[in-house]
Nanobody
């Protein structure tokens, strides 16, 4: 499975960087798998927030995080990152990464078709 890290507590307006490590997989894992970030807030449905496509690295953001979050990857480290800025209390959630499908040349956030889920990392935004 993928392994998330970097969660913790942060004040509103603060920043946090999450990591999604594929170190347990082959070194070309990110070359052949698109990776997505999901989150689940208390009492809410799981939400897909961003993904980065294998090979060409095309990126998608949900409206809820667009302009505040940045997804990136380091293939040499077999790791995908999620830089979260201007955090809000409503960003409080458990954040997960997973391998996501690619449809018509773009990664898509479909949890039912996602795989290699990590265990999640908690992010809490509060004063």
């Amino acid at each position: 499975r993928l392994v998330e890290s970097g969660g913790g507590s942060v004040q509103p307006g603060g920043s946090r960087r999450l990591s999604c490590s594929a170190s347990g997989f082959s070194s070309d894992f990110l070359d052949i798998h698109s990776i997505g970030w999901y989150r689940r807030a208390p009492g809410k449905e799981r939400e897909g927030i961003s993904c980065i496509k294998e090979s060409d690295g095309r990126i998608y953001y949900a409206d809820s995080v667009k302009g505040r979050f940045t997804i990136s990857r380091d293939n040499a480290k077999n790791t995908v990152y999620l830089q979260m800025n201007s955090l809000k209390p409503e960003d409080t959630a458990v954040y997960y990464c997973a391998a996501v499908p690619t449809v018509q040349g773009m990664c898509v956030l479909r949890p039912e078709y996602s795989d290699y889920w990590g265990q999640g990392t908690q992010v809490t935004v509060s004063a």
